[in-house]
């Protein structure tokens, strides 16, 4: 490693840190409100909710409380223990503070975003850009405030980041190679084990791993470390998935339910001739709107028994085969509510921080302002921005500009993109927004590292000359 590129390292990481920390707590801290799933975290560290959490506001402060049973699993529980335990060193009563979560999540997105600009191996200037360009995306007002938050969705983006630098550095030789694996290790599980939906990233991750290539190995030299990781990240997420829910299977019915009742019969369409190509009466139009948790949900029925195995995946699915027009309709919708990025029912701030109920916080809002401004447009927007991208990650990996390592990120999170809006657009069905969060990230994410593959690496330094010993002519006598 040489002097010049650990000050850059320092450089990136302290100027990001500053820049993020000003963003979270000046004028007053900003955060994420929990929707309702924060109790599924909150009671494996033994914390509580004081009352039914409130979307209106962030709660910043989490007593203790006996631990309750949940399977749920996400890597922002193992981020979360460790903000716990700081606090508690720091001499908190709270069981989470999410002050200390929040600095502890812009340390750690500060190092992904110094690891990504020192694999990048750009010129001072450019490296300058593409920090400002990471910034604008993990700081944006629709995802940073997941950082200080009890919601999983903090840990795949915090993942993601660190995945990114992990792979880019593997692509170097030296230590900064080993550097990379210890990187992409951390990224890689934190990123796939955030939430059931990131568990997609894994064949794309295993793909890319594949594809890392350092400037000159071959053979064992090549494949030793790739396979190492992926070997270390394979086993980790086997462990952690058969610890708990794997894949969040406790919420399949709910979710096809919402699909069915939310989704497909919408009562915008032909509400009778979709019940009867589902196999439901049409008595059950009364349920549509409705969510599993609402009182007067359809499971309520007595005559859902006889109707249950028709709320599940493969009836959906068939339904989806069966009715194409309907699946465009729903994508259609699904693109608008990914460029919507921003979730309109959670607040950005404390219940006393002097802001009314839902209160939005918009201290950079750059990205998420343009990706709404067109969201109307559905795919007639979102289609094309992948296409350039899918362009500029093409082009970068078919290695003739020395950017195959930024092609192989760029691809990644753009087939993970197209994968999520699939995933959540016709297999959730309520919250849309917040579950489309997942799709417009990693689309912007893609969308600013394929804007960075056109800078030019920068020249090596040849290595300085062996000073020879100047050779003396031997007189004969």
């Known amino acids: 490693m040489k002097i010049r590129e650990i000050r850059l390292t320092l450089g990136v990481f302290f100027a990001a840190l500053g820049v993020l920390l000003v963003r979270f707590l000046v004028p007053r801290p900003i955060g994420m409100a929990d929707n309702g799933d924060g109790w599924r975290i909150l009671c494996q560290l033994g914390a509580r909710e004081l009352d039914r959490p409130s979307e209106y506001f962030v709660r910043f402060s989490y007593g203790p409380a006996p631990a309750c049973n949940s399977e749920y699993i996400s890597s922002q ?69 997941y950082f200080a938050s009890v919601l999983s969705e903090g840990a795949a983006f915090l993942g993601m980041l660190l995945l990114a630098g992990g792979l880019l550095l593997m692509h170097r030789t030296g230590p900064w190679r080993y550097t990379g694996a210890v990187v992409t290790v951390l990224g890689a599980m934190i990123g796939i084990n955030a939430k059931s939906q990131t568990l997609l990233l894994i064949p794309l991750f295993a793909i890319a ?43 399949r019915e709910a979710n096809m339910y919402h699909v069915v009742f939310n989704g497909i019969v919408d009562g915008k369409h032909d509400t009778t001739a979709d019940l009867d190509a589902l196999g439901l009466p049409p008595e059950f139009a009364k349920y549509v709107g409705t969510g599993w948790w609402s009182a ?34 729903m994508l259609h919708r699904s ?43 559905g795919l007639f927007a979102l289609l094309p921005i992948w296409l350039l991208i899918g362009w500029a990650g093409l082009r970068a990996f078919r290695n003739r500009t020395g950017r195959r390592d930024v092609g192989i990120v760029v691809l990644m999170f753009l087939l993970f993109a197209m994968g999520q809006i699939l995933v959540s657009g016709l297999a959730e069905g309520i ?47």
Request: with cysteine; hydrophobic share 45%.
């Open 77 to 145: 529980s193992w981020i979360d223990k460790i903000a716990s335990e700081i606090g508690q060193l720091l001499g908190s009563s709270a069981i989470l503070n999410l002050l200390v979560l929040g600095v502890l999540g812009c340390l750690l997105v500060a190092g992904g975003i110094a690891a990504i600009v020192v694999g990048l191996r750009l010129s001072v200037r450019n490296s300058v850009i593409a920090t400002a360009a990471l910034l604008l995306v993990a700081a944006d007002s629709a995802f940073f405030g």
């Open 296 to 329: 007067n949900a359809a499971w309520r029925d007595p005559e859902y028994a006889k109707y249950r195995d028709k709320i599940s995946r493969r009836n959906v699915a068939q339904y989806y085969l069966d009715h194409p027009v309907r699946v465009v309709e």
């Open 335 to 377: 693109a608008q509510e990914t460029l919507t990025a921003r979730v309109p029912n959670l607040g950005s701030f404390g219940e006393h921080a002097g802001q009314p109920p839902l209160a939005k916080e918009y201290r950079i809002p750059v990205l998420s302002g343009i990706t709404g401004w067109i969201a109307p447009l």
């Open 431 to 477: 919250e849309n927004v917040k579950h489309q969060q997942l799709t417009i990230y990693p689309t912007l994410l893609a969308a600013a590292f394929a804007a960075l593959s056109f800078l030019p690496k920068r020249k090596e330094e040849p290595p300085a000359a062996e000073e020879r010993e100047p050779e003396t002519a031997s007189l004969s006598a």
């Open 209 to 251: 791993l594949l594809f890392v290539r350092p400037e000159g190995s071959r053979g064992l030299a090549r494949w030793a470390l790739p396979l190492a990781v992926l070997a270390v990240v394979g086993t980790g997420t086997a462990l952690v998935q058969g610890a708990g829910d794997s894949a969040n299977a406790e919420y």
